[in-house]
């Protein structure tokens, strides 16, 4: 498991990072108005009805670019990346380093089997 | 004052001509203000991950149809989902100002033929992305634009 | 202008030092030691542990040699800190200081650690300049000084931080991943590495990057940045490590599209 | 008791050691390379160097003048046939070293910067920004891990040569790590053991400097020549001796006194604005009289003068001696943007040394020396500033091809007799671990031997206190005989090594002392008050000093002449 993992380190960290990247910057503004401000009725809900919400996700950018299931894809996948690869290194620094290898792959395949249920989502959109 | 270690950190090649003590590290190395800091931005992963899935969860809700859509919307008005949510938000803004900070140094002098700009214009860069994009999103989100 | 040199001798303060003492030998575990020392006021914590070697305890070891913050051989811990004994001031520390051996190395005796793993790793970053077609073939040329590189200030500037690493390993100390991941090649062995990688007359980018991504893989590093906050000399080791592992993942994804040209020669 | 056999043994691990074994190692690729040192060798004190190297290497600078600079420097009494080698090989080793990685300084075209030096006519010291010596060392160190035929023996204490059948065949190293002897057998020996600033209580050397090399070939029978001359640098910080280097004045520094006088410019030892760029020895000679003449500054460490960088600004302090502002504020308290740094006259380096040929081969077969340990000699009477690095690198590697040449013409000892040897030396060091029934105290051996010499050999010199100190070190040599030891460990006894390092300095202390109490006349560092010129006639000769148990024993050996004759020595 560790050597696979060592081999599959490189896209591992790329996607983290995008993860910590791209993942927060697209965060922020989901969490704040879907996540807290719609729930506490700062923003009206019906602002994101399921038309709407449909409209915005299947929005395309010259009617060839998918942009609204890009971002959102985005948005659904890297932060799962980010999420497993500091759990990792969370337990490692607590002492982990030897079960790495298990534990690393099983957060991985948390973070595969979510992002393709995520992608599927957005691709049945 | 000290707690082990991993036996075999920094340990040599073969085995040293005389018996060592094994490696120790500081009992409360997790216990100063930069590492909790570091700690805590690596804990946020916890949340990260979550995040993703209730996101997905929403997404999946949005291809089911109306009733489904309408139905996660409402379940996100559940208190422990209201805190959840506020502690994301809490963790997103905590990455973004640790992560910008340090992310200046992490760039190559040159990648390729390209140069970043200096330090300081790629953090004031990385602040103006992330606060537009979260307006863009946030507005667009609320119905105010598009 | 400070007390150090104008004026007169300020009367010592009486501190008690805490040595953590280790001999293979006599000792399972460590153990510490306290000795009660008049410091004086300028006194660095090495002033400390010289006296008591000097005139209280023959019988304790540390490595020390310049005095001057050059040479790298005074890290130990203080108070639970890596630091570099003959530049830090005893002055910053209350009337208990704690000193004990760098943390994360095997203890060989006392204040002394085991370096040989830390060779081993600078070793295998293979830190020298490497060209593809070695102008030591011709020595004559090597020796001629019309042909010394040519060096713009920018290129100096791309790696001269990440060159003025004097090996005290406070940052090895310091690094969280190395205290529970004993492959990793460390924040001072990878700053190495990418120091050669990063100078405008070296060439052998694509084998370090291999062996950046191989056992002591830089991506174990967790961007924790102590290593650079406990860096005596600046060198800002985690710069170095984050630099390397976006180098490391570009080279490998260059190597995907592109079959691999063939690594170079051995060394 | 383990035997290694290797084809060379070099002792030192310094920019000389390193430059050697690479030299070897490239020489003969099948060869195998011992590197023995009592430290890792990035730790050796040419880590510490900070001004330059020196080598010709802009248009308007030639050999020629380099060589002259240099002789004169030593007062006449540098070997000018190792100065003329010395200065043609100068370029072709930095070139080398550029090439193995130093980050070298550089001008606006990318070429190596080079900058002025005192005594130097023209600007020809290559530099690093002021950490010349750390760059080099880390350079070197590097590249020698190349090779693989460079075994490493780091942590091994060198405590006597192997001489059998009147060749130098290896020596006796304890391994500091485990406490037993090994015997290190080679076909042929490179010395290269830095200098002994350490016999002195004030000075820029580290605490691995205590002159090792020098006491190691001396007690073998080998001379150590003109140790009567100790270069005392002038600018030191007051306390701990840390060396504020000489580039601060290359760079337009100035020296003032208590009135705030650049009282330099009243020394005749250069002109107008570059009075600052006089020879050490001569400046350090002002800085004493200033002070003598009640126009020095005083603090709790004794008097001192200023070295003023204010007006030189904080953009050209910080590119070019950020090292020196480092310095100044961790160990004066003193910011030199701001303020000027309080400095005096330091013991920094040592002339004499192991007397070698310009091969850098000794008396004794199969025994070479280099580096600061060694004496060529190039630095004569005086040192100029920004040569010795240069000479670690030019006489390394001289010193590896002809001991390579030796080596493979040579036989190999007898094991046993060699084995017998390392037997009986680890006997003797067995006895001294641990020497609880020992009357004598280390430290205060060490702080007694420091004054003596502090009060007889310093910039002054006297007749009457040179040679009361020449008793007095001989008295001290008899009490290390009886040292007391606390420390009977095995592992990692720093206590032992300090003993066996105090025997060595007190040895050379008194090569030292002898050598300069004869020596009736002023040259270079060497000033006496009851002589104060230069005495040509008498004495334009290479002081011998002979082990013996009864004290040095003298000789001389003529100074190599040639182009250049002796003259007044005036700037
Ligand atoms: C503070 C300072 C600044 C200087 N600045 C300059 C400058 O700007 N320009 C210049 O040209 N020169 C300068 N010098 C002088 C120059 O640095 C030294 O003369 C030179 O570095 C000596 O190098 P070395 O290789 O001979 O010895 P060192 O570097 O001292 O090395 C000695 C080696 O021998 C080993 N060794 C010693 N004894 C034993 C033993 N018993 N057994 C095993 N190993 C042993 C040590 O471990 C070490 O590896 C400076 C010197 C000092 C102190
Ligand atoms: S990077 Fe800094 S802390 Fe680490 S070994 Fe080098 S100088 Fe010491
Ligand atoms: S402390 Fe360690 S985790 Fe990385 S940034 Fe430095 S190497
Ligand atoms: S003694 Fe050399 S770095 Fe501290």
């Known amino acids: 498991m560790k050597t696979l993992l060592l081999k599959l380190e490189p896209l591992i960290w790329f996607m983290f990072g995008q993860g910590i990247l791209i993942g927060t910057i697209l965060l922020t503004g989901w969490i704040l108005v879907v996540g807290v401000l719609m729930p506490l009725g700062i923003v009206d809900p019906a602002n994101l009805d399921y038309t709407r919400a449909h409209e915005l996700a299947t929005a395309s950018l010259f009617g060839v670019i998918p942009l609204g299931q890009l971002i959102l894809a985005a948005l659904l996948v890297l932060p799962l990346w980010k999420g497993a690869h500091h759990i990792r290194s969370l337990l490692v620094d607590f002492g982990g380093g030897e079960r790495d290898g298990i534990v690393g792959g099983l957060l991985y395949l948390v973070a595969i089997v979510g992002s393709g249920m995520g992608i599927a989502a957005v691709v049945g959109l | 004052m000290a707690g082990p270690a991993h036996p075999h950190s920094m340990a040599p090649p073969k085995p040293g001509r005389t018996r060592a003590a094994p490696p120790q590290m500081p009992a409360s190395w997790w216990n100063t203000s930069r590492m909790r800091t570091y700690l805590l931005f690596d804990a946020t992963g916890i949340i990260y991950l979550l995040v993703g899935f209730v996101a997905i969860r929403m997404i999946r809700a949005l291809a089911e149809g109306a009733g489904a859509w309408q139905a996660a919307m409402q379940s996100l008005e559940n208190p422990i989902y209201i805190g959840f949510h506020l502690l994301s938000l809490i963790s997103v803004i905590f990455v973004a100002v640790r992560f910008f900070r340090l992310f200046p140094k992490a760039q190559p002098p040159s990648i390729g033929p390209l140069k970043p700009p200096p330090g300081p214009v790629i953090h004031a860069a990385l602040y103006a992305v992330w606060i537009g994009v979260t307006v863009v999103m946030s507005l667009a989100l609320a119905g105010v634009i598009f | 202008m400070s007390s150090t040199n104008t004026g007169e001798a300020i009367a010592p303060t009486q501190k008690t030092i805490i040595i953590t003492r280790f001999d293979p030998d006599k000792d399972e575990v460590p153990r510490k030691q306290e000795y009660s020392v008049p410091c004086e006021d300028n006194w660095k914590v090495l002033d400390a542990v010289n006296f008591i070697k000097d005139e209280l305890d023959a019988t304790v070891s540390h490595r020390w040699s310049c005095r001057m913050a050059v040479c790298g051989s005074c890290g130990m811990m203080v108070n639970g800190e890596p630091k570099l004994t003959c530049k830090t001031s005893l002055k910053e520390y209350g009337d208990r200081v704690d000193i004990e051996p760098l943390a994360n190395f095997p203890i060989v005796r006392d204040l002394v650690v085991e370096l040989d793993g830390f060779m081993h790793k600078f070793e295998a970053v293979k830190p020298w300049i490497k060209r593809a077609k070695e102008k030591a073939e011709d020595k004559a040329a090597l020796h001629d000084t019309k042909l010394t590189f040519s060096q713009s200030a920018e290129e100096l500037g791309n790696f001269k931080q990440f060159s003025m690493c004097i090996n005290c390993m406070l940052c090895y100390s310091a690094c969280p991943v190395v205290a529970n991941e004993p492959d990793f090649l460390g ?49 800002d080791p985690a710069a170095a490590v984050n630099q390397a592992k976006f180098e490391a993942v570009i080279d490998w994804a260059k190597g995907l599209v592109l079959p691999s040209p063939s690594s170079g020669g051995s060394n | 008791m383990e035997i290694t056999r290797h084809d060379i043994v070099i002792v030192g691990g310094g920019g000389a050691g390193l430059r050697a074994a690479i030299e070897a190692a490239e020489n003969n690729p099948t060869a195998s390379i011992a590197l023995v040192s009592k430290v890792y060798p990035m730790r050796s004190h040419t880590v510490s160097a900070e001004g330059g190297a020196a080598a010709v290497a802009r248009e308007d600078d030639n050999l020629e003048l380099h060589g002259f600079d240099t002789v004169k420097g030593s007062d006449f009494l540098g070997d000018q046939d190792a100065i003329q080698y010395f200065v043609q090989e100068a370029p072709k080793e930095l070139a080398l070293l550029e090439n193995w990685g130093c980050p070298f300084s550089r001008n606006e075209d990318g070429s190596v910067a080079t900058r002025a030096f005192g005594g130097m006519t023209t600007k020809r010291t290559w530099y690093a920004t002021d950490k010349i010596g750390f760059h080099m060392l880390h350079a070197l160190f590097q590249q020698s891990m190349r090779y693989k035929n460079i075994v490493r023996y780091d942590e091994f204490f060198v405590s006597k040569l192997l001489v059998d059948g009147g060749v130098c065949r290896g020596v006796a190293a304890l391994d500091i790590r485990t406490g037993e002897y090994e015997a290190i057998v080679g076909r042929a020996v490179i010395l290269t053991t830095g200098g002994g600033g350490k016999i002195f209580p004030f000075t820029t050397n580290g605490t691995i400097k205590t002159g090792d090399g020098m006491a190691l070939a001396y007690r073998a029978g080998v001379p150590l020549k003109d140790m009567e001359f100790v270069q005392y640098h002038p600018t030191g910080l007051p306390g701990t001796g840390i060396l504020i280097t000489e580039a601060t004045r290359g760079e337009g520094g100035y020296l003032r006194n208590s009135k705030g006088e650049r009282f330099l410019v009243d020394y005749d030892y250069g002109v107008g604005n570059k009075a600052e760029l006089g020879p050490r020895d001569m400046i350090s000679r002002a800085i004493v009289q200033e002070i003598e003449a009640g126009r020095g500054l005083s603090g709790p460490y004794g008097d001192y003068v200023h070295l003023d960088l204010t007006h030189l600004g904080a953009d050209t302090i910080n590119a070019k001696l950020p090292f020196v502002r480092e310095l100044a504020k961790t160990y004066v308290g003193v910011d030199p943007v701001t303020d ?121 010199r006297q007749q009457d206190t040179m040679q009361s100190g020449v008793g ?67 004495y334009l000769y290479h002081t011998m000093a002979y082990h013996d148990p009864a004290g040095p024993r003298l000789g001389k050996k003529d100074v190599v002449l040639g182009k250049w004759e002796p003259e007044e020595r005036k700037y």
């Open chain 4, 340 to 460: 000027p740094i309080p400095i005096r006259p330091v013991v920094h380096y040592m002339m004499g040394g192991v007397d070698t040929d310009i091969h850098g081969a000794t008396e004794m077969p199969g025994l070479y020396a280099a580096g600061e340990t060694a004496c060529v000699s190039i630095n004569g009477a005086n040192r100029l500033g920004s040569n010795s690095l240069t000479e670690c690198l030019v006489f390394g590697a001289a010193a590896a091809r002809h001991a390579m040449e030796f080596s493979q013409g040579s036989s190999n000892g007898s094991d046993a007799a060699l084995l017998a040897q390392v037997e009986e030396e680890a006997g003797r060091v067995e006895n001294l671990r641990g020497r609880k029934k020992g009357g004598e105290k280390i430290s205060e051996i060490r702080r007694e031997l420091n004054a003596v010499m502090e009060s007889g050999y310093g910039v002054y």
């Open chain 4, 472 to 538: 007095a070190v001989a008295q001290l040599r008899g009490r290390v005989a009886d040292l007391r030891l606390e420390d009977d460990s095995k592992v990692f006894n720093t206590e032992l090594i300090t003993a066996l390092e105090l025997a060595n300095m007190v040895e050379v202390a008194e090569a030292l002392a002898v050598s300069a109490a004869h020596r009736k006349e002023s040259r270079g560092a060497h000033t006496c008050r009851d002589f104060t010129t230069r005495d040509d006639e008498n």
């Open chain 3, 187 to 235: 924040p001072a062995a990878i700053a190495l590495g990418h120091r050669y990688n990063m100078d405008s007359r070296d060439e052998g980018n694509a084998e370090r990057n291999e062996i950046f991504r191989g056992e002591g893989t830089v991506f174990s590093c967790s961007f924790a940045n102590e290593c650079s906050e406990v860096c005596p000399k600046n060198v």
